[in-house]
């Protein structure tokens, strides 16, 4: 449960030993749109994939807003600060 302003931040493998499920780049708007289509007015404000350090995982990050209508309360993002990562999305 997020209140309206609300942000969900998911990490989720994207590679890296088998998994029964893996979150690629478009995994962020499509999980969007699924929740729009849910009757939420969600927004992805960014998403990139984590590239490999020290070992065979890179992870998905996604960030949500619940209602995109707080959109503007949260003008900092990851990617501004973070730049070992690939596939980088963010929302205009």
């Excluded at 807003?65 to 730049?83: A, H, M, T, V």
């Amino acid at each position: 449960m997020l209140k309206p302003s609300g942000l969900l931040y998911l990490n989720v493998p994207s590679n890296g030993e088998l998994h029964r499920w893996r979150f690629y780049p478009d995994s962020g708007l499509a999980l969007q749109n699924w929740a729009r289509r849910s009757g939420y007015n969600t927004t992805l404000i960014e998403s990139f994939t984590g590239k490999q350090e020290s070992d065979q995982w890179n992870d998905f990050v996604g960030v949500f807003i619940k209602d995109s209508n707080f959109l503007g309360d949260f003008p900092n993002l990851i990617q501004s600060k973070f730049s070992n990562y690939t596939n980088g999305y963010t929302v205009e």
